[in-house]
């Protein structure tokens, strides 16, 4: 049984930074390529990056490219989000996401892609 426990989120203020992190239990970090989802309160689930489980490949939405920075520490069995210069619309519940995948370059966009979530941890960005 494979857990996902996301940490970090909190409340800044617009232009800020934020780290989340993700860490996985029970399981086997290597080989699962990794996603960050947000949710915002009435608003679909939507997928923000991706990193394949080499971290050959990386994938994100035009609203974060330049801001966010998805990386990977397989040694540890921890993935990180780097969130900076923060915007009010990036408020969200962020989930970490897994899908075991032996593909090194494989990046999956879409939620029903994959297999584990987390609980999610909550984004708030002030103006």
């Known amino acids: 049984q494979v857990q996902l426990v996301e940490s970090g989120g909190g409340l800044v203020q617009a232009g800020n930074s934020l780290r989340l992190s993700c860490a996985v239990y029970?399981?086997?970090?290597?080989?699962?390529?990794m996603g960050w989802f947000r949710q915002a309160p009435g608003k679909e689930r939507e997928f923000v990056t991706g990193?394949?489980?080499?971290?050959?490949?990386?994938n994100y939405i035009d609203s974060v490219k330049g801001r966010f920075t998805i990386s990977r520490d397989n040694a540890k069995n921890t993935m990180t989000l780097q969130m900076n210069s923060l915007e009010p619309e990036d408020t969200a519940v962020y989930y970490c996401?897994?899908?075991?995948?032996?593909?090194?370059?494989?990046?999956?966009?879409?939620?029903?892609?994959?297999?584990?979530w987390g609980q999610g941890t909550q984004v708030t960005v002030s103006s």
């Open positions: 990193i394949s489980w080499t971290a050959s490949s990386t």
């Open positions: 996401a897994a899908r075991y995948v032996l593909n090194a370059k494989a990046v999956f966009l879409t939620s029903n892609e994959y297999t584990y």
């Open positions: 029970g399981g086997t970090f290597s080989r699962y390529a």
